[in-house]
């Protein structure tokens, strides 16, 4: 279920769509792009939306190719992801996390994404591997 600061910002999101969508002669996308958006995010809709961490590292790696910030190094890029855990996690110094935790760990994934699909790696195959592996290590003597 998404909450509802989050449910406030998309709903900013299909307004900034809709002024494009009367700004530009390419109705159509712009409507479908403004409908998925409204399914995907509708308080009311509390289904899972499985967007699959391939198709979102895809994504994310276009739009950083389009601002044209695919000029760094594979260690830059670590640096970047470890920056943002930095920032979630000043987004936990007080007794709860801030409402900004969501977004900071949205960050790590996308960075992490872009970085995988920059070099080939197929994010989904390996969190599975990974996560059989450490299913079958199980706890390998830490208390649990």
Request: net charge negative.
């Amino acid at each position: 279920m998404i909450t509802l600061m989050a449910y406030k910002e998309l709903r900013a999101i299909a307004n900034l769509l809709a002024v494009e969508l009367a700004e530009h002669d390419d109705e159509s996308r712009l409507v479908a792009e403004l409908d998925k958006w409204k399914r995907l995010y509708d308080p009311k809709n509390d289904q899972e939306q499985d967007v699959g961490i391939n198709a979102i590292s895809r994504s994310v790696w276009d739009w950083v190719e389009k601002v044209g910030w695919h000029n760094k190094t594979v260690l830059e890029s670590l640096a970047l992801i470890s920056s943002e855990v930095g920032e979630a996690t000043n987004e936990c110094r007080g007794a709860t996390p801030s409402d900004k935790l969501g977004g900071e760990l949205a960050d790590i994934i996308m960075r992490t994404a872009d970085l995988a699909y920059s070099q080939g790696i197929d994010l989904a195959r390996e969190i599975q591997i990974k996560h059989e592996r450490n299913h079958f290590n199980g706890t390998r003597g830490r208390a649990k």
